[in-house]
Every structure is written in structure tokens, then in C-alpha cells.
């Protein structure tokens, strides 16, 4: 392991965001499309989700 938490967390967060990718390629291209598509208001909203529960989940 490496000696900065923060260096553990961008490896966790790479690790993530690779695998549906490299696992399921085809399904990740069709969910981006259509992620594409959304409102700027939607892309917000799911935004506001994610940073939310990153919070909770670090205060937890």
C-alpha cells in the first residue's frame, strides 16, 4: 500500500472506474450514450448524489 491516503483512494477510484469497462464493454458504451443524453439539470442532480454520499460515506 502506498503511504498517502489520498493515493489509495485515486487507486480505489481508477480500479472502479476500469472495471465495467474492461468487463463489459459494449454495455458501458450504451450507458454512456444515454448518459449523454440527460439535461444539464439531471447530470446535476446525480452529480449532487455522488458528492453527498461521498461525504457521508467519509464521516461515517
Same mark, same amino acid.
Given at each position: 500500500? =502506498? /503511504?498517502?491516503?489520498?493515493?489509495? =483512494?485515486?487507486?480505489?477510484?481508477?480500479? +472502479?472506474?476500469?472495471?465495467?469497462? %474492461?468487463?463489459?464493454?459494449?454495455?458501458? /458504451?450504451?450507458?454512456?450514450?444515454?448518459?449523454?443524453? +440527460? /439535461?444539464?439539470?439531471?447530470?446535476?442532480?446525480?452529480? %449532487?448524489?455522488?458528492?453527498?454520499?461521498?461525504?457521508?460515506?467519509?464521516?461515517?
Amino acid at each position: 500500500m =502506498s /503511504r498517502f491516503p489520498w493515493q489509495e =483512494s485515486l487507486a480505489l477510484l481508477l480500479i +472502479y472506474e476500469g472495471l465495467l469497462p %474492461l468487463l463489459l464493454p459494449q454495455q458501458w /458504451r450504451q450507458t454512456l450514450l444515454r448518459v449523454l443524453q +440527460y /439535461r444539464d439539470g439531471q447530470l446535476r442532480f446525480f452529480g %449532487l448524489l455522488a458528492v453527498l454520499a461521498g461525504v457521508i460515506l467519509l464521516w461515517c
